[in-house]
C-alpha cells in the first residue's frame, strides 16, 4: 500500500473575545450599558439556533483576508469557553514535497535511534548492576 503525505504548516493565529460584550457594544452602544447591571433578551426567529457567538461578517472576512495574504490556505476554528470566543490558527497544508518527506522520515529515524540507544543504555545500566551484585 502506497503512504501518501501531507505538510501542515501553522502559518499564524489569532482570536475574537469577549464577543459577548462586543456584541452589546455593536447592538446597544458603549455608553448606553452599565456592564455590571444590565439585562438583555434577544427576540430569535424560528430557524434561529445560536449556539455559537456571533462575529461581525466583516471582521472575520478581513482577518481571513490577513490569513491567505500571509500564505494560508486553511483555518482552525475553536471555540474558547472562558473568555466567550474563538481561537483561530492559519495553515499552509498542502501535499508534500519529495524534500518535506525525505526530512520527516530522517526525523522519524533519528528518534527511533535515539530511542534505542537510551533503552540500550538502560538496559546496560541493569546488566551492570546485576555484575556488581
Known amino acids: 500500500m502506497d503512504k501518501f503525505y501531507y505538510t501542515i504548516n501553522t502559518i499564524c493565529n489569532s482570536s475574537f473575545s469577549e464577543l459577548d460584550f462586543e456584541l452589546y457594544d455593536e447592538i446597544f ?3 448606553k450599558l452599565d456592564l ?3 439585562d438583555t433578551e434577544s427576540i430569535e426567529d424560528k430557524y434561529s439556533s445560536v ?3 456571533p462575529i461581525q461578517i466583516d471582521k472575520m472576512i478581513n482577518l481571513l483576508l490577513d490569513f491567505k495574504k500571509k500564505g494560508a490556505n486553511y483555518v482552525g476554528l475553536h471555540h474558547h469557553c472562558d473568555h466567550i470566543g474563538y481561537d483561530l490558527e492559519a495553515y499552509d497544508i498542502h501535499l508534500s514535497t519529495q524534500e518535506e518527506i525525505n526530512n520527516f522520515l530522517f526525523k522519524e529515524k533519528e528518534k527511533e535511534r535515539i530511542k534505542k540507544e537510551k533503552e540500550i543504555q538502560k ?3 541493569q546488566l551492570d548492576k546485576l555484575k556488581n551484585e
Do not use: I
Request: overall charge negative.
Open 36 to 38: 455590571d447591571e444590565f
Open 51 to 53: 449556539d455559537g457567538h
Open 29 to 31: 452602544g458603549k455608553d
Open 123 to 125: 538496559l546496560q545500566n
